[in-house]
């Protein structure tokens, strides 16, 4: 089957596997998809020819260092960030060619992404959660119904800015979960929670997949051999995903409480709205988001103003 079939007819397999299958969205599955046809151009051009199913497995540590190379320099050299995103999409290429089409490629777990340099502990921002959402979506190491869980986690952690253990302690009984949610906090206070449509529909589609039939009293996100999921896995999935993607160490479950907050508050929320939405029991712990906001304005300000020093 290998020698049948060409590196543009696999391309073209696990875009149609990622669509059908892991459900990526549109924008996702382009930007795989331009991601590794990059790739697969600088395969043919580097050795000089169109190429098999079969010459896949053959692609050397070294011919992806050359490619990474590649796309480090040139007019429009790829960040850090961005080449670490590139060896990601490669190696997620070759596990589905691995496991799907029976060509095997030891050499592309051997290759390290470059160094990202770590900025100062930050919120994630509005356009890193939708990938790291995406990312954990279509995980091709998890269960199709682990990876709808742990995008329906991070859409959780992110649209309703619950601290892990919140999340975590939510039961069947819950789901759906409306148009709020009850949440317990810290110190027993009990708070109501606004649900956006897209964490519900992130919910229903876990729930969809899920192969475990739950009592109402059960914990809603269950970990791989059916009992009750703990925080270290979210922790560990953030890990594995900002490693993927390229983010900062600051990029954890709880950054995206944090983001939460501030992309509340650039919108123009009232600091009283979000102590209470966060269940914060002094506004001056909310009033850091205030701070970071303000940090942000300057910071765009310095960049985009003509008479910034």
């Known amino acids: 089957m290998a020698g049948a079939l060409s590196a543009t007819d696999a391309l073209a397999a696990w875009l149609t596997h990622l669509t059908h299958e892991r459900r990526a969205s549109p924008r996702t599955v382009r930007a795989y998809g331009d991601g590794a046809g990059a790739y697969l151009a600088f ?79 930050r919120p994630v921002s509005e356009e890193q959660a939708r990938d790291l959402i995406a990312e954990a979506g279509f995980d091709d190491e998890r269960e199709p119904w682990q990876a709808s869980r742990d995008a329906a986690l991070i859409t959780l952690l992110w649209g309703c800015g619950l601290r892990i253990s919140e999340a975590l302690s939510l039961k069947r009984a819950d789901a759906p979960l409306g148009e709020s949610v009850r949440i317990t906090g810290k110190g027993g206070k009990t708070r109501l929670v606004p649900v956006l449509p897209a964490v519900n529909e992130a919910i229903d589609a876990y729930l969809a997949d899920l192969p475990f039939v739950l009592a109402p009293a059960e914990a809603l996100f269950r970990a791989a051999r059916g009992g009750p999921l703990g925080p270290r896995h979210a922790q560990a999935l953030m890990q594995r995903l ?38 914060h029991a002094s506004l001056s712990t909310t009033q850091r988001y205030a701070d ?18």
């Open 43 to 121: 395969l043919e051009q580097h050795r000089g020819g169109a190429l098999s199913l079969s010459a896949l497995s053959d692609v050397s540590a070294a011919d992806v260092r050359a490619y990474l190379a590649f796309r480090r320099s040139g007019e429009r050299p790829l960040s850090p960030r961005s080449v670490s995103q590139a060896l990601s999409i490669i190696r997620s290429f070759h596990r589905f060619l691995d496991r799907r089409l029976e060509t095997p490629n030891a050499a592309i777990a051997i290759v390290r992404g470059p160094r990202v340099p770590q900025g100062a502990p």
């Open 242 to 279: 900002r490693g993927r993607l390229g983010l900062p160490a600051s990029a954890t479950p709880h950054a995206l409480r944090h983001s939460f907050a501030t992309h509340l508050l650039g919108a123009g929320a009232d600091l009283r709205v979000i102590q209470e939405l966060l269940g």
């Open 292 to 309: 970071v906001d303000a940090a942000g304005l300057l910071a765009a300000y310095n960049s985009a103003h003509p008479h910034a020093a």
